[in-house]
């Protein structure tokens, strides 16, 4: 870490590139602060740890034109930004990528909710979390499940910070493969339960990278594709309209979850399309820079035995 | 017809099922009034967003029907459509909406009998689930 420091210190001074963006401790010990700069002095500032929360590729919109920009960004979210340079919405040559050792990412909102307390302090302790030096959590417990069946990426890293890379179990969606057994009538009272909390401030459409369209389908009027108000019908409408808008794009980030005031499990319905899209089509999204969109292309072979 | 039969609400492609449709009629085969047709310009037209809004809104079932692989008028909006299609039929079954509800098929312009048999087939599939409304449906 000091050294890539040094390094980004040094290419900030010679112009190599126009600033940094990463994660400082804020005020909240349970999630850091995005923090931008330009100033060389600052870096020393930046932290890589377990409660950086958003995906920092959400942020690159607002340096369209600025220059090159470094950042760090996790296996995940490496393959976030390929999906965005393969969609030409950013350049791969605008952008310093900093591969960071990815651990996971802890969900700030579910660890309140499992301390139930203010949090003063934290400490990460192999798999647990010490909080307030009194009250342990698992890690794995305080976690998108997206973090648990994360996929890897073809890396493509400007600079790399040492480090063990100690990412969570592979589960091979077995989640996702439980849950397709159960009756409509159960999936359905499950989702019930879980998303009638939602409260449709859409703080999961505004951290999510790929969520960068001018106008958004819930904010049109005509067609109304999601009337407002919160009855649950309209609540699933506009999650079914925004995960199938992420089919294909989606790098199961957790970003989304992780952002979620209610702790809505919205990474289960972006777990379950990149096992659909594994399984029944070997695509793994943002895989590298060159794949091409899933839904801008299409085989002859593809899956059509559902069409009658 | 009863108030109480299901309303499929369909979506058919212009070259090939919606002629299929025609072909059906002027050959006098019968099929259930329960299908109301839309045409659209090509299976490709079709947004899956309208499964959504046509499930919320009322329509007890849907049924997309466009031209064969390989046989598509604008060549390959079929072959998008399918991966499309795919897409939000897992959506629409793994949040708990009964499958019954959602029919896909491909019915070419010569195949009168094959759309009278779908849309019975979709008739029958739907009835199966009709004695509830689609959870998405929001009563106004």
């Known amino acids: ?308 | 017809m009863d108030t109480k039969d299901p309303k499929i609400l369909s979506f058919l492609c212009n070259w090939c099922s919606y002629a299929g449709a025609d072909l059906a009629g002027t050959s006098r085969l019968q099929y259930p009034p329960n299908v109301r047709v839309i045409r659209v310009p090509c299976s490709g037209r079709v947004n899956p967003q309208f499964i959504v809004k046509a499930l919320r809104d009322g329509a007890d079932g849907v049924w997309i029907s466009g031209c064969h692989p390989g046989d598509c008028h604008y060549n390959s909006g079929n072959y998008f459509a399918r991966r499309r299609f795919y897409i939000m039929k897992e959506l629409i079954e793994f949040v708990g909406i009964e499958p019954e509800r959602l029919t896909f098929s491909w019915v070419s312009a010569s195949e009168g009998k094959k759309f009278q048999e779908m849309a019975i087939y979709v008739t029958e599939r739907v009835k199966k689930v009709k004695d509830k409304k689609s959870p998405l449906y929001k009563e106004i």
């Open chain 1, 1 to 308: 870490m000091e050294k890539v420091k040094e390094e980004l210190k040094r290419l900030l001074q010679e112009g190599e590139i126009k600033g940094v963006l990463g994660f400082v401790p804020s005020s909240s010990p349970q999630k850091n602060r995005v923090f931008y700069t330009e100033n060389p002095d600052d870096v020393s500032r930046f932290t890589v740890s377990l409660f950086n929360t958003p995906n920092l590729t959400t942020y690159l919109f607002r340096f369209k034109d600025k220059g090159k920009i470094a950042l760090f960004l996790r296996p995940c979210e490496q393959r976030a930004l390929n999906v965005l340079i393969s969609e030409g919405k950013i350049k791969r040559e605008d952008v310093f990528v900093i591969g960071v050792p990815c651990q996971g990412a802890v969900d700030p909102f579910r660890l309140e909710e499992q301390v139930d307390a203010e949090i003063n302090s934290v400490e990460v302790k192999d798999d647990k979390i010490l909080v307030n030096n009194a009250i342990s959590v698992y890690i794995k417990e305080v976690m998108p499940y997206s973090c648990r069946v994360c996929e890897d990426v073809e890396e493509d890293v400007d600079i790399k910070i040492d480090g063990e890379d100690k990412r969570p179990s592979h589960e091979e969606y077995s989640k996702i493969e439980d849950f397709d057994k159960k009756t409509p009538s159960e999936k359905w009272a499950f989702f019930k339960e879980t998303f009638e909390r939602c409260t449709r401030c859409y703080a999961c459409r505004e951290v999510c990278p790929m969520c960068y369209c001018e106008q958004c389908f819930v904010d049109s009027y005509d067609p109304l594709w999601v009337e407002p108000g919160l009855s649950l019908q309209d609540i699933m409408s506009y999650h079914l309209i925004k995960m199938y808008h992420m089919a294909g794009r989606c790098t199961n980030c957790g970003a989304c979850e992780r952002a979620c005031p209610e702790n809505i499990p919205l990474s289960l319905l972006t777990s379950m399309l990149a096992h659909r899209l594994k399984r029944d089509f070997g695509y793994i999204s943002g895989k590298n820079g060159t794949q091409k969109v899933f839904l801008g292309e299409y085989h002859y072979e593809d899956k059509g035995d559902f069409i009658k």
